[in-house]
């Protein structure tokens, strides 16, 4: 079955530093890639999704590019806060299905100040 | 962006009672959805629903869960009865449409079961 890959559980970065954070996806068809982020004692938020190859999602400084060669839709920050501190989900839907979002397990994103 | 509103935002519960929690979902959605969230552990997905019908549910939609939205009222999600097992965060989500569609979610309701 289809399923997303997030090798990191946690980073650590101090402010300004460069993120990156690994997703790799497995699906049969061709699906639309999210990334969320759920902060303490909240739901998880939209941060930005995108549907074909070579698209890049953005938002809040964070940005990602739907990779299909290497099934991948790593997200990348050029200067992180600490006010970034939270859990960052990568999840995918397919398009030709009776589908549900199909979560990564999450990585929590520590930055210290 | 678009908000969903869950109530109540925590609630404690004898075990085997029944509770019923309540999602707002945003205004123009048709898709409603919940997932269940063990603290410190990823989203798992429990049901979609659309149209007054249960579209889809996961194994973890035991035969204790139902989901309705009377009237286009709150879409709920009740559990009669509880189990110590079932004591998360329960997370509703809404999209407009299905297929590849954005979820927009709640900030949850926390159950505990004792």
């Known amino acids: 079955g289809d399923s997303v890959t997030q090798t990191e559980g946690q980073v650590a970065l101090s402010e300004e530093d460069f993120l990156t954070i690994h997703c790799n996806y497995s699906a049969s068809g061709y699906p639309a890639l999210f990334w969320y982020v759920q902060y303490p004692g909240e739901g998880p938020q939209f941060l930005f999704r995108a549907s074909r190859d070579k698209e890049k999602g953005s938002s809040r400084g964070f940005e990602a590019t739907y990779d299909k060669g290497t099934t991948s839709f790593h997200l990348r920050k050029a200067s992180v806060q600490e006010s970034d501190s939270a859990v960052y989900y990568c999840?995918?839907?397919?398009?030709?299905?009776?589908?549900?979002?199909?979560w990564g397990s999450g990585t929590k994103l520590i930055i210290k100040p | 962006g678009p908000k969903v509103l869950q109530i109540p935002s925590h609630q404690i519960i004898d075990m085997g009672q029944m509770v019923t929690l309540n999602c707002d979902p945003v205004?123009?959605?048709?898709?409603f959805y919940w997932y269940k969230q063990i603290l410190g552990q990823q989203m798992e997905f429990l049901v979609n629903f659309y149209n007054g019908k249960v579209m889809e549910k996961s194994k973890l939609f035991k035969d204790q869960f139902s989901v309705e939205r009377p009237d286009g009222s709150y879409f709920t999600l009740k559990i009669q009865p509880t189990a110590l097992e079932d004591s998360a965060v329960y997370f509703c989500?809404?999209?407009?449409?299905?297929?590849?569609?954005?979820?927009?979610f709640g900030e949850g309701s926390r159950l505990i079961v004792v």
């Open positions: 989500a809404s999209s407009l449409a299905l297929r590849g569609n954005t979820l927009y």
């Open positions: 205004s123009n959605h048709l898709y």
């Open positions: 999840a995918l839907g397919e398009w030709d299905s009776n589908y549900q979002l199909i």
